[in-house]
């Protein structure tokens, strides 16, 4: 079982940056490949980035491409999303999820095993 707890959300001002970390417990997070996921009022929880166990491969959405950078710290247990030129559309709860294939960086939410709680990013314009 992997308990992951994520923080840094916040308010920023569009064009602003945030940092998200997701801290992981109870497993050794180089066992699982992780994902950012986001989900805004009204709408489908959706795909934002994915990192492999050793961090060699990683996956976006075309929506932040070139923005956003996922990055893990296995020694410290913990998966982070740096998030620059911040939109309003980025508003959303964010989500970090593992999945115990260690080389997956798949986009689906199927894929993923554990999930936190979330945190809010909201974006003003």
């Known amino acids: 079982q992997v308990q992951l707890v994520e923080s840094g959300g916040g308010l920023a001002q569009a064009g602003g940056s945030l940092r998200l970390s997701c801290a992981a417990s109870?497993?050794?997070?180089?066992?699982?490949?992780m994902g950012w996921f986001r989900q805004a009022p009204g709408k489908e929880r959706e795909f934002v980035s994915a990192?492999?166990?050793?961090?060699?491969?990683?996956n976006y959405a075309d929506s932040v491409k070139g923005r956003f950078t996922i990055s893990r710290d296995n020694a410290k247990n913990t998966v982070y999303l740096q998030m620059n030129m911040l939109k309003p559309e980025d508003t959303a709860v964010y989500y970090c999820a593992a999945a115990r294939m260690p080389a997956l960086v798949s986009k689906t939410i199927i894929a993923y095993d554990y999930w936190g709680q979330g945190t809010q990013v909201t974006v003003s314009s």
């Open positions: 109870g497993r050794t997070l180089s066992n699982y490949a």
């Open positions: 990192i492999s166990w050793s961090g060699r491969i990683t």
